[in-house]
């Protein structure tokens, strides 16, 4: 399955916002969309300009601008969603909580990668470990109290040391904790919505996939 390799850049004006698909880079750089905020394209001007969206236009929109901030596919996100319509609970917090605790993304949050889309790539390479085995899934679902750490023969990449250095000393989400000395965290506890800060409305997704 192809993986979108164009600027990210592009993927922000089509949701209209900014998804830091960066990392802190989008924070520090001038973005595209500062200076084109519509659509890309052709006719992303005056697209733009057009009528208010459809309700289902809006949850679409939504169910893409998520999609795209954590790298899925359309299949593995509507698998990953199928799964939390499953689980116990409010669907639309099973979604959040299930793409969080996904390997990369905890490799992101613990500080190990700039972004989401380098934290996959640093699991496909085989440079961190899970209770110290190498795992090369990122979607390997990460329980609490499992330490994910960076193979010591990685520790000098350039990509992981700018990572840990741009984090200039913040600290990590409450639910995770890091130590960059061992260069290895743990998720404490499983998150829940109220812990995971994103800008999402996730009810649309779910009104989407109802329909």
């Not at 750089?29 to 001007?45: D, F, M, V």
């Not at 613990?110 to 110290?132: D, N, T």
């Not at 390997?140 to 700018?162: A, N, Q, T």
Request: charged fraction near 30%; aromatic fraction near 6%.
């Amino acid at each position: 399955m192809a993986r979108y390799t164009g600027p990210v850049c592009r993927l922000c004006r089509r949701e209209g916002q900014k998804l830091f698909l960066k990392g802190k880079r989008c924070s520090t750089e001038k973005c595209a969309i500062e200076r084109r905020n519509y659509p890309p394209g052709q006719h992303g001007l005056a697209r733009a300009r057009r009528r208010r969206l459809s309700d289902y236009a809006v949850q679409l929109r939504e169910k893409q601008k998520v999609r795209r901030i954590y790298g899925l596919h359309e299949a593995q996100f509507r698998n990953v969603f199928s799964q939390a319509a499953r689980d116990q609970g409010i669907t639309g917090d099973n979604l959040i909580v299930a793409l969080e605790t996904r390997l990369d993304n905890i490799v992101y949050r613990l500080g190990f990668a700039p972004s989401r889309k380098a934290a996959r790539q640093l699991v496909r390479h085989r440079h961190i470990l899970v209770e110290g085995r190498t795992v090369d899934i990122p979607s390997y679902r990460v329980k609490p109290g499992v330490e994910i750490s960076v193979k010591p023969s990685s520790w000098e990449m350039p990509v992981i040391k700018e990572a840990v250095e741009a984090r200039g000393g913040d600290g990590t989400l409450n639910w995770l904790t890091a130590d960059y000395k061992r260069m290895s965290g743990k998720m404490l506890e499983k998150p829940s919505r109220a812990d995971i800060p994103l800008a999402v409305q996730e009810q649309l997704i779910v009104e989407l996939y109802s329909k």
